[in-house]
């Protein structure tokens, strides 16, 4: 347990994992498989690799990488639809910086800026905006993508624009929307979970109650966790808690942020601009249901689908990329056939080796993990 | 993008619009405080609150000793000069 000492306070580290060694051990017992327990959000990923998590837990656990990532499950063909758009010669395509790094078919935005297409890396939805009323001659392009915890800021901006009666900025709406993604996952057949770590920050946004079917209606836990790693192991211990008790309940571990009800102002500006879309393609998951959002007609003139007649491109992922098994759970990063041979974090040939967020990524970055997870099949 | 970053209110730059000025490990930027801003709190009463920003809106209030511990995570996991990095850039992109 070497990577305990890292912790900001390795004693409370300690005593979480002996807590749920023993629990593990009970809950566990009888079962022919590990405990699985899926974290549905990047930045728990980024954690539980950064410090370690994974190793120091014990055999009778095993943890999920779930398709929290937004980067990651944007498929190929909306890149080339972005590069599409910024091909029109009046357009100033804007978007965050992972975004600029997914490759696209031909290339990512980033090479096409580099070869004098007017992309712009932006932080803020606000930022693009900004670009908009400077440039009136000009239609400002955000290409918008993330879950609920992004979506308020992208609506709040078209909302400002309406305000101030800009009318060359719009949306290249790519958000998708948690709820239906983990329906998906608790309805794929090849998956066993035994319990989710919620996303923290999409649930400070969406409060605890579209969670309740999980527990309701599948019958399993979930907790919202906070991202320190202090929190992951607490709600790890709490959904063992569940379990051992025979429980299957929302909690939430991190409500110095999650509040139950979510976050009122938030909420109200994506109900007023956005709609769900009857199906949202994903790359390795492919189309689920509901699972996106657009531009409501009502605000259409902030809508680049119909500004434009984008192409909306269906792209194959290379054949050698797994990206879809891995996303999904069934195969590990580093057993992808391309994983740090042709695909690592500079030339990213999948998107989850984009972003830091992403589990390719994270596991090529702190690579220690390997070498003790093999370590521990050879000797097991 | 997903992490959010903590930081300081130090200024009300444009109660209207709900902007303010805020202090993030001693960089300034300006951001959207409307979605913590409610009849108990107006735009005025935030001055001096620690909030999360997610790219570029205050998305809640969080109390002092969350922010540093969470200033702290994000360094320890490289986000924070990411962040840094996007603001610069984005400053950069629209001169
Ligand atoms: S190594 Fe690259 S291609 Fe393989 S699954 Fe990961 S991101 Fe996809």
Redesign the interface.
């Known amino acids: 347990m070497k990577y305990v000492d890292e912790f900001r306070d390795p004693e409370q580290a300690r005593k979480w994992l002996e807590k749920i060694s023993a629990l593990a051990k009970q809950v566990q017992a009888g079962k022919d498989r590990p405990l699985h327990i899926m974290e549905v959000c990047g930045g728990h990923t980024h954690t539980i690799f950064r410090y370690g998590i994974k190793q120091m837990l014990p055999p009778e656990i095993e943890l999920v990488h779930g398709p929290g990532c937004p980067v990651c499950v944007l498929p190929m063909g909306r890149v080339d639809d972005c590069l599409a758009l910024a091909e029109h010669p009046e357009v100033i395509l804007t978007t965050f910086g992972d975004a600029m790094r997914v490759p696209g078919s031909l290339k990512s935005l980033l090479q096409a800026k580099a070869e004098g297409a007017d992309v712009r890396m932006v932080y803020s939805p606000t930022d693009a905006l900004s670009i908009a009323r400077k440039h009136p001659d000009k239609e400002v392009v955000f290409f918008a993508l993330g879950f609920e915890t992004t979506m308020p800021s992208t609506a709040l901006t078209v909302l400002q624009a309406e305000e101030e009666g800009i009318k060359n900025f719009s949306l290249f709406c790519n958000h998708i929307t948690i709820i239906p993604t983990i329906k998906a996952i608790l309805d794929s057949p090849d998956l066993q979970l035994d319990g989710f770590l919620g996303p923290g920050h999409v649930s400070m946004i969406i409060g605890q109650h579209p969670y309740l079917f999980i527990a309701d209606e599948h019958k399993k836990p979930l907790v919202i966790a906070g991202f320190e790693p202090l929190d992951i192991l607490q709600s790890i211990w709490m959904i063992l808690n569940q379990l051992k008790e025979q429980r299957h309940e929302i909690e939430n571990q991190y409500g110095r942020v999650v509040q139950v009800e979510g976050n009122h102002n938030a909420l109200e500006a994506i109900e007023k601009v956005f709609e769900l879309r009857e199906f949202f393609e994903w790359r390795g998951l492919g189309s689920i249901e509901r699972s996106g959002v657009r531009v409501r007609e009502g605000y259409a003139l902030y809508d680049a689908e119909r500004k434009f007649s984008i192409p909306n491109l269906k792209i194959a992922d290379p054949k050698s990329c797994q990206c879809g098994e891995v996303l999904r759970g069934t195969l590990k990063p580093k057993d992808c056939k391309v994983f740090g041979t042709t695909c690592t974090p500079e030339t990213p040939l999948g998107a989850l080796m984009v972003s830091t967020e992403g589990a390719c990524a994270a596991y090529y970055s702190y690579g220690r993990m390997d070498s003790f997870e093999s370590k521990r099949e050879t000797t097991t | 993008?997903?992490?959010?970053i903590p930081g300081k209110i130090v200024e009300i730059t444009n109660a209207e619009?709900k902007l303010a000025l805020v202090d993030v490990a001693g960089v300034k930027r300006e951001?959207?405080i409307?979605?913590?801003?409610?009849d108990e709190h107006p735009p005025e009463s935030c001055l001096g609150d620690w909030v999360?920003i997610?790219?570029?809106?205050a998305?809640?209030r969080?109390?002092e000793e969350?922010a540093a511990?969470?200033l702290?995570?994000l360094h320890?996991?490289?986000?924070l000069q990411?962040?840094f990095?996007?603001?610069k850039?984005?400053e950069k992109?629209?001169p």
Not at chain 2, 54 to 57: A, I
Not at chain 2, 76 to 79: H, N, P
């Open positions: 993008m997903c992490l959010g619009n951001v959207n409307v979605c913590i801003v409610d999360l997610h790219v570029g809106f998305m809640t969080i109390n969350e511990r969470t702290e995570l320890e996991l490289g986000e990411e962040e990095q996007a603001m850039n984005s992109e629209n």
